[in-house]
């Protein structure tokens, strides 16, 4: 009887170690790896389907991936191509509108994100001058991928150039004026 | 001898009275931009700085003039080398002399243009902390900047921007030429423009501080070597800085480079652009 209840045992725990096994096998994750290709248009496609295959965590390094593809044939048209595939992700729940605003107007538009903020100047800006214009830096880094190296947007990219300088200057003195009031 | 920071910045003060005197600033107030950085008040105190500073320059071009004839009458003298000489000494102090008179000018002139400087400053600085301060956010801030259109493919704004270092009567003298169009000018333009001249202006002010300070100094130091009748490389060297201040020198012109030649065609709008 001992014997008996023994194999028994034995099974139940052989038979669950192998739905373990399984169940492992079921929920390993998808391969996420980066788009091999170098046209942008098959990168997307590619991207586009691990997207919609559970690599959505990955979304940041499969941007950055397609802008590097695009770095290597580099057009105006290629605005188009990465507005349409953030309206894309922003319609299949990926990223949310917002998100899929700043992915654009951070590498495409000549205006600055970092200086989004509702509160004036003086009681907002002037506090916190130099971590904005740090923030603004790093972006014009990135429109100048965006802008000049992805979509040929000399102009553009030139635009963005001189008003970060405009805004130095300005909220140089502004902010000198500012603290001079207190 | 320390004569040579004072002079510097008495240069610098040259520059910036020459640029001055251009009368029609006060045309500015022909067009009031939409946000109000130069209403009739702060022209009135370009204007009022103008005039300082169109005195001053005045007072100090003859004496200016004179200098430059002694210093040639010197060098054709041969003095250099041969300060020993009774008649060396007599041009060196003739100099020396015209020297002090020069500082004498700046140092009776030099409080009104303090004053009037101070108030311009004053002016802008209320204005710039009312109207960019107050009432923008940094985002309407940008899009004041970015104008009507921020697809990067307008004009190029105004031919100067910031603190450049280059001459302060050059530098005026664009922002006289900014002002002075102003009807063509717009906000973008205008809140660069006020930030360039207050930012200025603040310098200048210290700067003002600071030479009067030196003057006594320089004035106690040239008569000593009045006492001794020599004349100091330092003096020969402002006389050249102020004369190609007073009567122009280009080789310290900064242009500022244009913009790289625009994209043609239509530029892409995307719906996700803000």
Avoid at chain 1, 95 to 117: G, H, W
Avoid at chain 1, 164 to 174: G, K, N, R, S
Wanted: proline letters at 5%; a negative charge; hydrophobic letters at 35%.
């Amino acid at each position: 009887m001992n014997t008996l209840n023994r194999i028994n045992t034995l099974r139940t725990l052989a038979v669950a170690l192998l739905s373990l096994a399984l169940s492992a096998c079921a929920t390993k994750p998808p391969p996420c790896g980066s788009p091999a290709t170098k046209n942008l248009d098959d990168a997307i496609a590619i991207v586009q389907r691990s997207l919609d295959n559970g690599c959505a965590s990955h979304f940041d390094r499969y941007y950055d991936d397609l802008l590097t593809i695009a770095e290597g044939d580099p057009k105006p048209e290629n605005k188009r191509i990465f507005s349409e595939f953030l309206v894309w992700a922003s319609d299949e729940g990926l990223i949310s509108q917002r998100q899929a605003k700043d992915y654009y107007n951070r590498y495409f538009n000549v205006k600055f994100v970092a200086l989004a903020s509702d509160y004036n100047n003086c009681s907002h800006t002037c506090p916190r001058r130099d971590r904005v214009m740090l923030q603004m830096e790093r972006e014009l880094s990135d429109k100048e991928r965006g802008l000049l190296r992805v979509s040929l947007d000399n102009a553009g990219y030139y635009r963005a150039d001189e008003l970060y300088q405009e805004v130095e200057l300005v909220l140089e003195a502004t902010c000198t004026a500012c603290e001079a009031g207190r | 001898m320390n004569a040579l920071p004072a002079w510097r910045r008495l240069c610098g003060l040259f520059g910036f009275a020459i640029a001055l005197t251009i009368p029609a600033i006060g045309s500015a107030q022909d067009t009031a931009p939409t946000i109000r950085l130069f209403p009739t008040t702060v022209v009135e105190d370009l204007r009022q700085t103008s005039s300082v500073a169109r005195e001053m320059e005045t007072g100090l071009q003859e004496v200016i003039g004179r200098l430059d004839q002694q210093q040639l009458l010197y060098q054709e003298s041969k003095c250099d080398g041969a300060e020993a000489d009774p008649g060396c000494q007599r041009l060196s102090r003739q100099l020396g002399a015209t020297y002090l008179e020069m500082l004498g000018i700046m140092e009776e002139r030099l409080p009104d243009m303090e004053h009037t400087v101070n108030n311009t400053r004053l002016s802008l600085e209320k204005r710039l902390r009312s109207e960019i301060g107050n009432k923008m956010t940094s985002w309407t801030l940008q899009e004041t900047l970015l104008g009507g259109n921020p697809q990067g493919a307008e004009e190029p704004g105004p031919s100067m921007r910031g603190r450049s270092g280059m001459r302060l009567s050059e530098r005026f003298r664009q922002y006289y030429q900014l002002v002075a169009s102003s009807g063509s000018q717009n906000d973008q333009s205008l809140a660069v423009l006020a930030s360039d001249i207050y930012l200025d202006m603040d310098e200048t002010s210290e700067l003002i501080a600071r030479t009067r300070e030196e003057i006594a100094r320089a004035t106690l130091i040239e008569q000593l070597n009045q006492s001794f009748g020599t004349i100091t490389p330092e003096m020969m060297e402002v006389v050249g800085g102020v004369k190609s201040i007073l009567f122009g020198d280009e080789a310290g012109y900064v242009q500022v480079a244009g913009p790289p030649p625009s994209y043609t065609e239509p530029a892409y709008v995307s719906p996700l652009a803000q």
